[in-house]
């Protein structure tokens, strides 16, 4: 088994094989043939078979608990939803699916995944070694598993996702500063990835992957996002002081 540790920080380091690089607000790029997830448009909840068909390029299966799989908006106690961006200190999200627009206004934010005590597992047609998402409110109970058949070809945690994200607010903090886009590359293929948690939930949205044609990249944030980035960090320490203090 292999475990993914090496770090790309979000200032444009040049990426290796076998590498885990994370930011709070800035997607992954794409190029060559990309596999987007789409649900925007699937039903909520679990598919009554629970599986989301096999579309060509991928199928989805769900083991999860009643009210968990594909989800939308939040639910106090059961799942929150990802942050994509922060915009006059609200909380942005994506309106669809990878490489969608943003709001502030969570009705309007797009379907997600969300596991519960549980896993959802993506298995792709085709061998592929690049995976994005964005990966909500962190926590060190989440775990992402990469297959090939029966072996596992790689395995990134929660605790690793905190750890090389530049700014990240605290476990499972479900505000802005404790999400962040995650993108994984491996060496050697995988044809599933298992996305699991032992205390709800594991919740992410804005899913992709690619084959070895095809590359991926975090582009460098201008000076002034940095700016606005260290201030909302800034911003969200002193109301986790703040609420702690209380």
Do not use: C
Not at 5 to 14: E, K, T, V
Not at 23 to 36: F, I, K, N, Q
């Amino acid at each position: 088994m292999k475990r993914i540790f090496s770090l790309l920080l979000i200032a444009g380091l040049p990426a290796f094989a076998d590498v885990v690089t994370a930011s709070l607000y800035t997607p992954a790029l794409g190029t060559g043939t990309l596999v987007p997830i789409v649900l925007n448009g699937v039903g909520i909840g679990v598919p009554s078979n629970a599986t989301i068909p096999d579309n060509g390029s991928y199928s989805v299966t769900f083991s999860v608990p009643g009210g968990q799989g594909v989800v939308q908006n939040a639910s106090s106690g059961n799942y929150a939803i990802p942050v994509a961006g922060v915009k006059g200190g609200q909380p942005e999200h994506l309106t669809g699916d990878y490489g969608s627009n943003l709001t502030t206004d969570p009705s309007q934010s797009g379907n997600y995944f969300s596991t519960g005590v549980g896993s959802i597992t993506i298995a792709f047609d085709n061998p592929q070694y690049w995976f994005a998402l964005l990966w909500g409110s962190i926590d060190v109970y989440n775990s992402l598993t990469f297959n090939n058949g029966p072996t596992i070809t790689a395995t990134v945690t929660g605790a690793e996702a905190q750890n090389l994200t530049s700014g990240f607010v605290s476990n499972g903090y479900q505000g802005w500063g404790g999400s962040a886009y995650v993108l994984i590359h491996t060496t050697d293929p995988f044809m599933s990835v298992t996305a699991s948690s032992t205390s709800p939930s594991f919740e992410f949205a804005g899913v992709e992957a690619a084959g070895a044609e095809s590359n991926f990249s975090l582009p460098e944030p201008s000076a002034a996002f940095l700016t606005i980035l260290m201030a909302g960090v800034v911003l969200a320490l002193a109301g986790l002081l703040k609420r702690k203090l209380a």
